[in-house]
């Protein structure tokens, strides 16, 4: 393939085979609506056309730029309070203690209300307050309750656009192997399509590295994911991922996976590195059938996150298991140094979740939180739908090593809940010691 016009050529003409022999620019995104493989030899393939509304690079630095704001309100531009019922649309402002030439380096502003986290453009520095400016988001609503109730302070980071970011490049319609290709942007891949990804490297996304709606089908083998803004992959459909490297991805710090999926998973032996908020998020938050539970295998993973990377949404994991499932396994994973602001487990089995073996994990230095959580779950309080089974039963934690505590509790109102605790090694150098209600306890 010479150039883009060849490319969109060779698709019309439903060529099963394309070798790129160069970087390609495309002018629009590529549809690819039929059975295809192409190999990219190394090349690049990107586009280069304009976002509607905005776009954003994340520079090294700006990893370090973390700004705690003591009881900090938002506002509208009139100086007006923001009421609980509004929904964040116009210019609202945060006071800062920095000066007007260290914001004027900056063009978004960065922060989490409570379960997720937002970038906004900023409109302009004032009178030691930074104003910027929402799209009709419910953030205002959050950050009201957080700031009044949970918080003393909110932690900010402050954005500047760095190396350029590209939106997403290719749309995927039919069953599409990409092979040694450089992708520049994101993939979307639609319902009842499938891709299959060796030996690839994607970069550089102002949204998701690959994005897999409902009935889709995503393998992944041997890939390298970096600087994505999103999730590297998420995938409402079936997800396959193994021996691939995620680096400095989610950097939005969405509350979302790194990868992360809805499905049926099997995620094995694969290499993150940085990531914002949750790690590997599986499961089916709410599930009204059977056939909305997903079978789970997340196995011989090893997840590294410092400090400075890390996302300051609450209530996440390293690991996130979802309450639905058919059954997950989450086994023989490594996690080190997972840390953020409260309520944030190395391995969280959320909201009453069931059906799972979580066994033979290593997990060192999380002091934000316990090494293991699955707390006894009120469904009352957390309507799930949990139509796989029975909410905090069928569970299984053993032969973890653990430098925090773990929290387990079993469902009290079952008689036989399989709840087990076997065999653990859990040494409690945080805050965060063990809890164990209504499990069977065995150590031989």
Not at 235 to 243: A, E, I, P, Q, R
Request: proline share 2%; aromatic share 12%; net charge neutral.
């Amino acid at each position: 393939m010479l150039n883009y016009e060849e490319l969109v050529k060779a698709l019309r003409e439903d060529k099963k085979e394309i070798v790129l022999d160069k970087d390609i620019s495309c002018a629009e995104p590529l549809t690819i609506s039929h059975d295809v493989t192409i190999y990219g030899e190394g090349h690049r393939v990107y586009c280069e056309r304009e976002l509607i509304g905005y776009s954003f690079g994340l520079d090294e630095d700006t990893r370090l730029s973390l700004l705690y704001i003591a009881k900090s309100r938002v506002e509208h531009e009139d100086g007006i309070e923001v009421k609980l019922s509004e929904k964040g649309v116009g210019v609202f402002r945060v006071a800062t203690h920095l000066s007007q030439c260290e914001v004027e380096k900056y063009q978004f502003i960065n922060f989490s209300c409570g379960w997720t986290a937002y970038t906004l453009p900023i409109v302009k520095y004032e009178n030691g307050y930074i104003y910027f400016k929402s799209y009709g988001t419910d953030y205002c609503v959050d950050f009201d309750w957080y700031q009044g109730n949970s918080k003393k302070y909110t932690q900010y980071r402050l954005v500047k656009c760095g190396e350029k970011q590209y939106s997403y490049v290719l749309l995927l319609q039919g069953k599409v192997t990409l092979k040694n290709v450089g992708v520049r942007g994101g993939v979307i891949v639609s319902s009842w399509a499938a891709l299959y990804m060796n030996s690839c490297n994607v970069q550089f996304c102002t949204g998701c590295g690959i994005f897999a709606d409902k009935n889709s089908i995503v393998t992944v083998k041997s890939s390298y994911f970096e600087r994505t803004w999103k999730s590297a992959i998420a995938s409402k459909g079936n997800l396959h991922v193994c021996d691939s490297s995620f680096v400095n991805v989610n950097q939005g710090r969405q509350n979302t996976g790194a990868i992360d999926c809805e499905g049926d998973a099997v995620i094995t032996d694969n290499y993150l590195l940085g990531h914002g908020s949750l790690g590997i998020r599986v499961g089916k938050v709410k599930a009204m059938t059977k056939d909305d539970c997903p079978t789970v295998f997340v196995v011989g993973n090893t997840l590294y996150t410092s400090i400075i990377n890390q996302g300051v949404v609450t209530d996440t994991g390293a690991i996130y298991l979802a309450a639905n499932s058919t059954f997950a396994t989450i086994k023989e994973n490594t996690i080190e140094n997972y840390m953020g602001r409260g309520n944030n487990h190395a391995i969280y089995c959320d909201d009453g979740a069931y059906n799972f073996e979580v066994s033979g994990n290593r997990v060192k230095d999380c002091p934000t939180g316990y090494a293991i959580s699955s707390r006894c779950a009120d469904p009352s309080k957390t309507p799930r739908g949990y139509a796989g089974g029975v909410p905090n039963t069928n569970r299984l934690i053993a032969d973890n090593y653990c430098e925090s505590g773990v929290w387990f509790g079993g469902n009290a109102e079952v008689a036989d809940n399989k709840c087990v605790y076997k065999n653990n090694v859990v040494r409690e150098n945080t805050k965060y010691k063990t809890k164990l209600s209504n499990v069977k306890i065995i150590n031989d």
